[in-house]
């Protein structure tokens, strides 16, 4: 029985014992009749009694009801905390002799189709300290100057309230050998602090697929909140690790852990003085993604070898891109590179300032940025194919319409006239002729078309019907919707334009029939586009995580179902016309483009493009393969590159090398012309 319980019992005693006699005096003098004995006659007592023996027995009787009344109430009391919330109370006074000790677990790897790591764990030397370190400001400070940290930066991670009092407070991790050394070395010196062996991130393939996988970083007091009100089993503790871009950050409820915990016994000073159960920290689960290992360097190998032959051509500020290669026949992204990349490693325990400035400079090309997601540029003439569709569609021309391309265009007046890429003209086409030589004045034609018919907006209509202009719902973060502008949206985004010039007129129809002007797309849109022609009519919802296996090897816990996201509709002659298109493009429009695919077994269709923006257009590239029975996709957009046949197109035909391995021999620069 606990001492308040016996004080308690011990104080109703006094009271009843108080009562009872309270009870017996009133009953002792109760009879009404009293003899006085000072030598007069006897005399009947009645009436309104006042005398003082009377009037401390009517007190007496009083302090018995009261003390009644006290003693029931106490028992009532004792019967609730005793019996009716006994469990709770007990519960309590446990939690505060005991206290919960967490342990951090490691995060889940990430591997490649083929079980291949891309991100895993090391060991990392970890440094920790009790939260008493904060009020002993001598050995704060020498283990500050030790860790060569600023003093109040180790002062804030130990003192953080995120923890209980007993959790050892993270203050550095992967300390050198050294320093570890000299701690173990200096126990007296350093009484509150504790060397453990944790995991860090690391990258075995270096920067492969940087922008894919992301990186992690400690978690910030925004995301402990945000974890807290969400309420999803994720709970946070300052000092973990967390997921802050690509894979790390979309999959984060997979790859991180289950926190360990220790129970022990404290004073109450919240001294440790005891252990009791624990349970051991369970590291997260392994993801197994789509990307190719192979694929994804070849990717990334081509990317980096054009921009840097740009670059020694002249064009420094040529630093950017993005490639992506999907599987055709369910939407695996087989490989996706974005350039420039970075080191994830730079990460792990905290970015320097000189990292993250060279990160963040004007100059540096955004390397965090996934371009192949987030990246918007004009589509340029990759989107010719889809403007052909939209022209059969909606009866603007035919497959037997042709049209005269001098290289100078006046179809909205001489003062409105515009250029041919090829100035010379191509003479007459037909809209297959359109797609092979890439020809502008055939699209305006088609733009003009739809410039006077009754379905203005039909042009827009047939590429959103396509997925342009909204999200492809990959399973990576940051993706971009692009933008298939029309007049509502010109009117509305140029508000501080003219009435006049924020309309809608014929100008805007030829820029974006032919892929330019205010029209955004990202790579990934575009893979989705040719692989929905290569595939007649089918886009699959592009995905990057396969399979999630179970903790602790026990097989695969989940794989990824395809689905198909979009299924535009259209005749199959226009399938015919426009993959007829494409074939000609990479075989027909020049014999230099044509000898760089003519030395591979599988025939490729695709379309060159470039978008103009600034000084140096856009280089595009898109394709898939084999032409007959479609399998991989492949959509290259450099910034800054040039024609599209003179940069993008090389990017393409490495990656197809490299998964038919067939590399291209080919010397032959291929005419600048290749638009």
């Not at 192949?372 to 497959?399: N, W």
Request: charged content about 20%; proline content about 4%.
């Amino acid at each position: 029985m606990s001492s308040g319980s016996i004080l308690l019992i011990g104080v109703i005693v006094v009271i009843a014992a108080v009562a009872v006699a309270a009870v017996l005096l009133a009953s002792r003098g109760s009879d009404g009749l009293r003899f006085d004995i000072g030598g007069q006659a006897p005399r009947a007592a009645g009436g309104n009694d006042t005398s003082p023996e009377k009037t401390f027995q009517s007190r007496f009787i009083g302090l018995g009801v009261f003390s009644g009344g006290v003693i029931a109430a106490l028992l009532a009391r004792l019967w609730s905390m005793q019996i009716v919330s006994g469990d709770d109370y007990s519960a309590q006074a446990e939690t505060n002799r005991t206290r919960t000790v967490t342990t951090p677990a490691p995060r889940g790897r990430i591997l490649d189709r083929n079980g291949v790591e891309l991100v895993a764990n090391r060991p990392s030397l970890t440094v920790c300290a009790k939260s008493d370190i904060a009020d002993d400001s001598i050995e704060l400070n020498l283990l500050a100057n030790l860790l060569g940290m600023p003093t109040v930066a180790a002062k804030r991670r130990a003192t953080d309230s995120t923890q209980s009092a007993q959790s050892a407070r993270t203050i550095a991790v992967d300390a050198s050998r050294s320093q570890v050394a000299f701690i173990q070395e200096h126990v007296d010196v350093f009484p509150d602090v504790t060397v453990e062996t944790r995991t860090q991130r690391s990258y075995p393939q270096g920067e492969v697929a940087c922008q894919v996988l992301g990186y992690t970083g400690t978690v910030t007091q925004e995301q402990i909140d945000s974890s807290t009100e969400a309420n999803n089993g994720l709970t946070y503790e300052s000092g973990d690790t967390t997921g802050q871009s690509g894979v790390e950050y979309q999959y984060e409820e997979l790859l991180q852990g289950v926190r360990g915990e220790q129970t022990v016994y404290v004073d109450v000073h919240g001294n440790v003085l005891d252990y009791s159960t624990s349970v051991p920290a369970e590291s997260g689960s392994d993801v197994m993604l789509t990307i190719d290992l192979d694929i994804q360097k070849a990717a990334e190998e081509a990317l980096a070898k054009q921009i840097k032959k740009r670059q020694d051509g002249g064009v420094k500020e040529c630093n950017s891109g993005a490639a992506v290669v999907l599987d055709a026949t369910n939407g695996d992204i087989l490989a996706m590179a974005s350039a420039p990349t970075f080191r994830p490693e730079a990460f792990v325990g905290g970015i320097s300032q000189d990292d993250w400035d060279a990160l963040s400079a004007d100059n540096a090309g955004n390397p965090l940025m996934n371009k192949a997601v987030s990246g918007q540029f004009v589509a340029a003439s990759t989107i010719k194919p889809l403007t052909t569709f939209a022209a059969l569609d909606y009866g603007i021309a035919t497959a037997d319409s042709t049209y005269d391309c001098t290289g100078w265009w006046t179809g909205f007046g001489q003062a409105d006239g515009k250029y041919c890429w090829d100035t010379k003209g191509h003479g007459y086409l037909n809209l297959r002729g359109g797609i092979v030589n890439s020809c502008d004045v055939v699209f305006y034609e088609v733009a003009k078309g739809f410039y006077n018919s009754s379905t203005p907006d039909g042009m827009q209509k047939t590429f959103r019907k396509w997925g342009l202009g909204s999200k492809t719902g990959v399973d990576l973060p940051s993706e971009g919707d692009g933008r298939v502008p029309d007049a509502e949206w010109k009117w509305n985004y140029f508000s501080n334009w003219s009435d006049e010039d924020r309309k809608w007129n014929g100008g805007d129809y030829t820029n974006i029939a032919i892929g330019q002007g205010d029209i955004a797309v990202t790579p990934l849109q575009m893979a989705c586009v040719y692989m929905g022609i290569a595939n007649r009519g089918t886009i699959y919802k592009p995905h990057i995580l396969k399979s999630v296996l179970g903790r602790g090897d026990n097989g695969t816990a989940r794989d990824f179902e395809p689905s198909v996201s979009l299924t535009p509709d259209e005749s199959s002659a226009n399938f015919d016309l426009v993959i007829s298109g494409l074939d000609g493009v990479v075989y027909e429009e020049s014999e230099s483009q044509a000898s760089h695919f003519t030395n591979m077994t599988e025939r490729v269709a695709g379309k060159t493009g470039s978008g103009e923006h600034g000084e140096y257009p856009t280089s595009w590239f898109c394709c898939y393969a084999p032409e007959d029975n479609p399998k991989y996709v492949v959509a290259v957009a450099v910034e800054k590159g040039g024609f599209g046949g003179s940069c993008a197109l090389y990017v393409a035909r490495d990656i197809l090398g490299a998964i038919y391995n067939e590399p291209d021999t080919q010397t032959a620069e291929v005419q600048d012309n290749s638009r």
